[in-house]
């Protein structure tokens, strides 16, 4: 009997083994078979239906603001020691039933010099969408003092979009994370 129990629990850990090699070996397929992501974020968010291109001409929106979004490509732990972050700035539409039109998104350094324009042309943002545009982790070229500048237009009686940047990033076996919501540059025309 106690042979039987025996190999059993070999059979058993046997199993477990192959079901866990196999699980892992799917996950890497997975992991592999993703398309870069953050390069296209970085540049263009996702074109699709929530995403799209449009014309000047073709956008007839009452209301134009500028918004300023700070942002950390890096923090200091102390003055010789700093961590890199990931930053993400997300453009909310909360608007249920009207687009949202993005006409430029950019990225500027600690000194204020501009360092990416993330989109280029005008895009409407489906109402309810969200467009995620990335920094990845290993660019400190905004430094501590990093920014976005996004302008934005839409109809007098829609809500103004949510807009924040987050942060985040990791030392050893601590991981950071952050957020920081837009303010207006100046008040809507």
């Not at 923090?75 to 020691?81: D, F």
């Not at 993400?88 to 039933?97: A, F, G, K």
């Not at 998104?105 to 360092?115: M, P």
Request: aromatic share 8%.
């Amino acid at each position: 009997m106690d042979e039987r129990v025996r190999l059993g629990s070999q059979r058993l850990v046997l199993k477990a083994k192959v079901l866990t090699c196999l699980l892992l070996m799917g996950l890497a397929l997975f992991a592999v078979s993703l398309p870069a992501h953050s390069e296209l974020a970085r540049k263009s968010p996702g074109k699709g239906v929530h995403f799209y291109s449009v014309q000047p001409e073709d956008v007839k929106a009452s209301r134009d603001c500028s918004v300023y979004v700070p942002a950390y490509s890096h923090i200091y732990l102390s003055e010789n020691s700093q961590v890199p972050l990931a930053v993400t700035l997300s453009v909310r539409n909360i608007n249920p039933d009207k687009r949202l039109i993005i006409k430029a998104v950019d990225y500027f350094n600690t000194t204020g010099q501009k360092v990416d324009s993330l989109i280029k042309g005008w895009f409407a943002l489906a109402p309810m969408a969200t467009a995620s545009f990335v920094i990845e982790q290993q660019d400190l070229s905004g430094g501590a003092g990093a920014n976005f500048i996004v302008q934005w237009a839409t109809d007098d009686d829609a809500q103004e979009p949510l807009i924040e940047a987050v942060m985040a990033g990791y030392r050893g076996t601590k991981g950071l994370s952050f957020s920081s919501r837009s303010v207006k540059l100046r008040p809507c025309l």
